[in-house]
């Protein structure tokens, strides 16, 4: 994943590059594998601002995940219901979220694709149908490693 942004990133810069150096009747930049981007003296691989802050969050590589927990209906007892948490705006990917029903991971648990957002940031959607019964205490225990413990993350229930 890494080695595939670094390619998207290269390719656009080696663009703006090779724009600015037409322009300027420069060389543009060029390719290493063992330093990314290297630039003629006089040429400039500069990315636009949004791009460069990016890329500097993801330079530092990490990104605690924001995280919901709720039901897709409001709860009602002995009613079916699905029991979602949704983690995002977390990187790197690797992420693992297990869906607890009284403390105890829970069956049939189903996820979405892991996807990512505008800022290349991650999201994934966990989720599992029950049945409340105004006892049960549902939560989500998300590990990631911009967390320095499991996260444990409980539903709140009043119906």
């Known amino acids: 994943m890494a080695r595939d942004l670094s390619l998207l990133f290269f390719a656009f810069?080696?663009?703006i590059s090779s724009l600015e150096a037409t322009q300027k009747n420069r060389p543009a930049a060029v390719w290493s594998e063992e330093v990314?981007?290297?630039v003629d003296e006089e040429a400039t691989a500069r990315p636009v601002a949004g791009i460069e802050h990016t890329l500097r969050k993801l330079e530092a590589g990490e990104e605690a995940p924001s995280v919901q927990v709720y039901f897709r209906h409001p709860a009602e007892k002995g009613?079916?219901?699905t029991f979602h948490c949704y983690a995002e705006?977390?990187?790197p990917p690797k992420i693992n979220i297990t869906l607890l029903?009284?403390?105890i991971?829970?069956?049939n648990v189903?996820?979405?694709d892991l996807s990512f957002k505008k800022?290349?940031?991650f999201e994934r959607l966990v989720y599992a149908k029950v049945i409340p019964d105004g006892k049960a205490e549902f939560a989500c225990k998300v590990e990631h490693i911009t967390l320095p413990q499991p996260m444990i993350y409980k539903l709140d229930q009043e119906y």
């Open 13 to 15: 810069a080696f663009c």
């Open 36 to 38: 990314g981007i290297t």
């Open 79 to 81: 009613k079916e219901n």
């Open 89 to 91: 705006s977390f990187h």
């Open 101 to 103: 029903k009284n403390g």
């Open 105 to 107: 991971p829970m069956e």
């Open 110 to 112: 189903q996820q979405s």
């Open 119 to 121: 800022d290349w940031t």
